[in-house]
């Protein structure tokens, strides 16, 4: 019998009281617009992103969980300790009674989400009100319960931020590596490299300019938004709108960002059709002159970024790059075969910092998914007595000797 059976049948037998989340905790707001935050300021600023800017000025000091209030990141919750500022339409809770703030945030990663999107008042822009927090619903074991729990799923996302700490380094050392070859230096042992416009060595294009008439099926449209998975993009244009295209992708095409986000690159690899929006460059670079994998990683590398970054209009809402200015960046490069090598050494250290199947990545993922399951069985098994069926992913079925040794 493990020490979370023992203290549920001799604390709570019989199963818990539920709580709203307003009899637990005080709930406001803050009460500043979000471009109030400013570079380098001294405390953090939560609006409605995931991650907190920066302000010089704080109005609360305590301990806080923070709930994004409309947007995209609807729901998205952060915890902080110590001084700190929130956007107005940021809720911030704190004063907790009857229950331990890291059990409620455990609580409310599983389940909050759905009971907004539930509950959610739906406009163009989505967001949460204080009467639906008020109004959510927590099962409140007794505190020698809620400490063990805490202390077990504390466990699976410790390991979790230590994979993700060595991750980070990983992907670092890849990006001082790929800056260290694109510099070249010794790398080329002799040879020679030379430099060129871009629009020298490859033709420049910009998608529709038109506002899409989107349809429940056709030809996938991308835009900024799709630049990480150009083929996993749930809009679509009809085809008759497709054919006004003049110029369409095809494989060793290389998309890049120039809206909104500008140099963050994709190579089209497949022979299928896509529609894109004016926020993506379509480059199709000459393959007798320049490597398609090669321009990539230099159009990303610290180079290409200080090209672009010259002629980026970092002033305009959203900040961009004009398709003409594009193509007058300029890009070193050595022979074609130095190239290859350049850009095949670079893809097999970029899957290792990013590939889901491998390394890292995969095990972040599955230990992710083991948090997640261990998280809603523990706080079912506190809220009822009753373990939810075992999950079958075979990810979530690997387990460690140290996260065996965490339910105990």
């Known amino acids: 019998m493990s020490r979370l059976d023992e203290l549920i049948q001799e604390l709570c037998p019989n199963g818990v009281e539920y709580k709203e989340l307003g009899e637990i905790c005080e709930i406001t707001t803050g009460k500043l617009n979000a471009n109030e935050k400013i570079d380098d300021g001294l405390y953090p600023f939560f609006t409605c992103d995931k991650l907190p800017f920066r302000i010089n000025k704080y109005a609360f000091n305590t ?15 952060n915890s902080y300790e110590g001084k700190f500022n929130a956007y107005q339409r940021t809720y911030v809770l704190y004063e907790f009674k009857f229950v331990e703030k890291q059990y409620l945030l455990h609580y409310m990663r599983s389940y909050l989400k759905p009971y907004i999107i539930l509950n959610c008042k739906k406009g163009s822009v989505p967001y949460i009100t204080l009467p639906m927090l008020e109004n959510f619903k927590i099962p409140i074991p007794p505190l020698p319960i809620q400490r063990e ?3 077990i799923l504390d466990s699976f996302t410790e390991l979790t931020a230590e994979l993700t700490a060595e991750l980070t380094a990983r992907k670092k050392q890849y990006e001082f590596y790929r800056d260290e070859l694109l510099s070249f230096g010794e790398i080329i042992k002799g040879g020679s490299t030379q430099s060129s416009k871009l629009c020298e060595i490859a033709l420049i294009y910009d998608g529709t300019h038109k506002t899409p008439n989107y349809k429940n099926s056709g030809i996938p449209f991308i ?11 749930k809009k679509f244009i009809s085809k008759e709108d497709y054919d006004l295209y003049k110029i369409t992708p095809q494989i060793n095409d290389l998309f890049m960002t120039r809206i909104g986000s500008v140099g963050k690159c994709a190579i089209v690899t497949k022979n299928v059709d896509l529609a894109y929006y004016v926020s993506l460059a379509l480059i199709r670079p000459n393959n007798k002159i320049i490597d398609t994998g090669y321009l990539k990683y230099y159009i990303e590398s610290v180079s290409g970024t200080k090209e672009l970054s010259k002629r980026t209009l970092h002033n305009a809402v959203p900040i961009k790059i004009n398709k003409e200015d594009i193509g007058k960046i300029k890009i070193t490069y050595p022979s074609l075969d130095i190239q290859k090598k350049i850009a095949s050494t670079l893809d097999n250290f970029d899957a290792i910092c990013s590939d889901l199947n491998i390394g890292l990545p995969a095990e972040i993922e599955a230990r992710q998914k083991q948090y997640e399951y261990y998280r809603d069985a523990l706080l079912t098994y506190a809220a009822t007595g009753k373990i939810i069926p075992r999950q079958t ?15 105990r």
Not at 63 to 77: E, F
Not at 393 to 407: F, I, K, L, N, V
């Open 393 to 407: 992913d075979r990810q979530t079925d690997r387990q460690t000797d140290r996260q065996t040794s965490m339910m």
């Open 63 to 77: 301990s806080a969980i923070l709930i994004s209030g409309n947007g995209s990141q609807v729901g998205h919750l």
């Open 223 to 233: 835009s900024v938004e799709n630049i990480n998975d150009i083929y996993g993009s």
């Open 149 to 151: 729990i805490v202390r």
